[in-house]
């Protein structure tokens, strides 16, 4: 991870930038609050009910950028809607959820076996976060956590329990992605896949 201030944030000259509203409230927390209008699995738009990440009237919920946060945490209801959609994916290959299920060892709730002799690449699903104005593809990698020496994989997010806490996009899901925090002109996210190891 790289920090860069003022004229140092460069963009490598590929990199395709999207741009979103950082959403400013007078109540809570000051975080870099945005506007999550949904999420797709692969090519597919899953429904949520308009609102559903949205600040609600207390001052709770919403949805942040947070990389002090390993994992993604979605409001409970979101992710019981994004794993349902995820068991029915893996169910189409033959494939179903570890009893009990979870690990333990990093404390995530959805996984499975891989599959022998098939490249996870080929067989787990990419997602998009769609937000107003820009769309975050995630790759495969920023979506399951793999461990190939158990030959297991995880969804890598959580749900979020507490109606008062916002949803977060976590570190995880923020690996190999520029963010530029613009905090004058009412504020604007900037972001663009990028291959942070070569730098482009």
Request: glycine fraction near 8%; charge should be negative; charged fraction near 15%.
């Amino acid at each position: 991870m790289a920090l860069r201030f003022g004229a140092d944030i460069t963009w490598p000259p590929v990199a395709r930038v999207q741009q979103t509203q950082i959403l400013r409230f007078s109540t809570g927390p000051k975080q870099y609050y945005v506007n999550l209008t949904g999420i797709s699995i692969d090519d597919t738009s899953i429904y949520f009910a308009p609102g559903t990440f949205d600040r609600n009237p207390s001052g709770g919920g919403g949805f942040v950028l947070d990389s002090g946060s390993h994992f993604t945490y979605l409001p409970e209801l979101a992710y019981r809607i994004v794993r349902n959609a995820l068991v029915l994916h893996f169910q189409a290959r033959h494939l179903m959820p570890l009893v009990p299920g979870g690990d333990e060892a990093v404390g995530l709730d959805l996984c499975y076996d891989l599959l022998p002799n098939v490249d996870p690449k080929d067989l787990l699903p990419s997602m998009t976060f769609h937000f107003a104005g820009a769309d975050l593809p995630l790759f495969y990698e920023q979506v399951f956590h793999v461990d190939l020496h158990q030959q297991q994989f995880c969804l890598a997010m959580l749900p979020e329990t507490d109606v008062r806490a916002p949803g977060i996009l976590g570190a995880f899901q923020q690996v190999n992605t520029q963010f530029e925090f613009d905090t004058s002109n009412g504020g604007i996210l900037r972001m663009a896949t990028v291959d942070c190891a070569h730098g482009v």
